[in-house]
């Protein structure tokens, strides 16, 4: 940079920036896109949206309207759930003659509960390289804003739409510690809010995101029990896509997890009162109680199968 360039503004040094970075040829650039405001694009995303030789998005439609308001007319190649394998080698073959290919999804990061995960993979198989450009994730936007102390989140995306196994789904998930993200669809929100209570407990803090980063975003903590009534509340509170975010199992929610876990391998191999003993004698609780709880797991298994 010489001396005449100190006196730039702050927009023109960060273009500056942006054009002095490395652009490899034959590389498939992951570009993250806002999730609403599009004021939340990087200006690495416009650099690269404009230089690749074609873009690769789940919706052309929204791609190109996207690309228009920031006046960028690189091509768009179709690449969704439907066929994002083909789209794959297509991509691959493109990377290999020396293209720059961006690939994005209709809104946030590519890959996370959106398609480009197999595409992705099939780049790295191919021994090509992807460069990842940050930037909005529905998840991390709900996460900052949320308030829960916990050092880890698992990101478990949109639950199944089918009840027993969406049920089985939060079972797993019901002793974890982490803070629990899922992201949502407003015509299945109630129901999700239902499930999530009767698995989880109503005492546990939940924080829906609603609208993020749009005009109309809302940000609502409270306790799981009581999330129902704030969605019944007003017909608003149900529209737009959601990320809820479900505090922790508390400890001794883990502790019954742990107890289950070696009940369920005790069952596996030996009859329930021998089961309720053997896991007294590791865990130091009470044989009684965990006779009960033996059959209630042995009966439990019975009815899944």
């Not at 228009?68 to 690449?79: E, K």
């Not at 789209?87 to 398609?115: F, H, K, M, Y």
């Amino acid at each position: 940079m010489t001396s005449e360039d100190t006196s730039l503004s702050p927009e023109i040094s960060a273009l500056h920036d942006v054009s002095q970075q490395s652009y490899p040829a034959g590389a498939l650039y992951v570009v993250a896109t806002p999730v609403g405001n599009a004021g939340d694009i990087s200006l690495r995303a416009l650099h690269v949206l404009a230089l690749a030789d074609a873009v690769a998005c789940e919706d052309t439609r929204n791609t190109r309207q996207l690309l228009n308001r920031y006046g960028i007319s690189t091509p768009l190649i179709a690449a969704h759930q439907h066929n994002e394998r083909e789209a794959a080698q297509a991509l691959v073959a493109r990377l290999q003659a020396g293209e720059r290919i961006a690939l994005v999804s209709d809104a946030g990061t590519p890959a996370v509960s959106d398609p480009g995960a197999r595409i992705v993979d099939t780049v790295i198989e191919a021994g090509l390289r992807v460069i990842p450009l940050p930037g909005a994730s529905a998840a991390i936007a709900a996460l900052s804003a949320a308030g829960l102390v916990a050092d880890q989140f698992h990101f478990a995306g949109f639950l199944p739409a089918r009840a027993a196994q969406r049920d089985s789904a939060l079972r797993k998930l019901a002793a974890l510690p982490a803070t629990l993200v899922f992201y949502e669809a407003p015509h299945r929100i109630v129901e999700t809010i239902d499930a999530l209570c009767a698995a989880l407990g109503g005492e546990r803090k939940v924080v829906l995101g609603r609208e993020l980063t749009k005009q109309f975003e809302q940000i609502h903590r409270c306790a799981l029990k009581d999330a129902a009534a704030w969605l019944q509340q007003d017909s608003n509170h149900q529209r737009g896509e959601f990320v809820v975010l479900v505090e922790g199992a508390p400890e001794q929610d883990q502790d019954r997890a742990e107890t289950d876990r070696i009940l369920a391998i005790l069952l596996s191999e030996c009859p329930v009162k021998q089961a309720a003993s053997l896991a007294a004698r590791i865990t130091g609780l009470k044989k009684n109680a965990l006779y009960e709880r033996a059959l209630e797991l042995k009966a439990g298994a019975g009815a899944e199968d």
